[in-house]
């Protein structure tokens, strides 16, 4: 049977295989604007499919876009939700709802990962930090603008002010290296504090895993962090198995 998971983030769509022993094969990531996915991406997926599993955190306009060429091409389709405890995780939210299914699933990959407290840090549209104890308990988490949202809205306040470029500097000497300095520091400021925190509230540092198309940027600053890519599709691999 062929399965495949699609993680529909707010700017990017991951997609891959399941393979015979439950893993992810070759993925595909491309990028959509909110309203339309990147031209070419349907071909990158075989003409029929049994089962589509899916998780998106993105607008009504995207998911309906993604749902619609998918029912002309699968079997049956299946859309992940945050729950209250699944997979050996139990969710902090008084209303589990309210977590998004991109975060639930990433914790749920890194409790399968190992059975150890983690920090998982997601750097996409938004920055989001979860901690999740050695118990599988989800302790919460927090969110924030990413860099590339922090220099987005500042371009559009000051067009002057470039959207992109710059290099990482403590103190920089050029305004584009200043912004990329002040905006991937605050991201770096919030992982260190929240590690810090974390590491008093386990009683050891927990491991770090980052994921995330802003993750490269931050990894060279975060050498104890484990670059986990996959983490959603890992976790949407595994609710599907479930």
């Known amino acids: 049977m062929s399965t495949w998971l699609f993680d529909l983030g707010n700017s990017r769509l991951k997609f891959a295989p399941l393979d015979a022993a439950g893993g992810i094969g070759?993925?595909?990531?491309?990028?959509?604007?909110?309203?339309?996915?990147?031209p070419g991406w349907l071909d990158r997926l075989p003409a029929r499919l049994d089962v589509a599993c899916v998780a998106t955190v993105a607008s009504v306009a995207v998911t309906t876009q993604l749902l619609d060429a998918l029912v002309g091409r699968c079997g049956r389709i299946s859309l992940a939700r945050t729950q209250p405890e699944l997979a050996g995780v139990r969710i902090a939210y008084a209303d589990a709802q309210r977590l998004g299914v991109d975060r639930f699933l990433a914790l749920i990959a890194a409790r399968a990962r190992a059975e150890r407290a983690a920090l998982v840090v997601g750097v996409g549209t938004a920055m989001?930090?979860?901690?999740l104890d050695g118990d599988g308990l989800h302790r919460g988490g927090r969110i924030a603008p990413s860099p590339g949202l922090m220099r987005a809205a500042l371009h559009a306040r000051s067009a002057v002010l470039p959207l992109e470029g710059g290099r990482?500097?403590?103190f920089a000497t050029d305004?584009?290296?200043a912004l990329a300095s002040g905006c991937d520091?605050?991201?770096?400021?919030?992982?260190?504090?929240?590690?810090?925190?974390?590491s008093?509230?386990?009683?050891?540092?927990?491991?770090?895993?980052?994921?995330g198309g802003g993750a490269p940027a931050l990894l060279p600053r975060l050498p104890a962090?484990?670059?986990?890519?996959?983490?959603?599709?890992?976790g949407l691999a595994r609710w599907a198995r479930l």
């Open 26 to 38: 070759e993925g595909v990531a491309v990028n959509h604007d909110g309203a339309h996915i990147a």
């Open 128 to 131: 989001t930090i979860d901690l």
């Open 168 to 170: 990482y500097a403590e």
């Open 175 to 177: 305004t584009t290296d």
């Open 185 to 198: 520091g605050a991201a770096l400021a919030l992982v260190a504090h929240s590690m810090d925190f974390a």
């Open 200 to 211: 008093t509230l386990m009683g050891s540092a927990p491991a770090l895993l980052v994921h």
């Open 225 to 234: 962090a484990v670059h986990a890519p996959t983490l959603v599709l890992e």
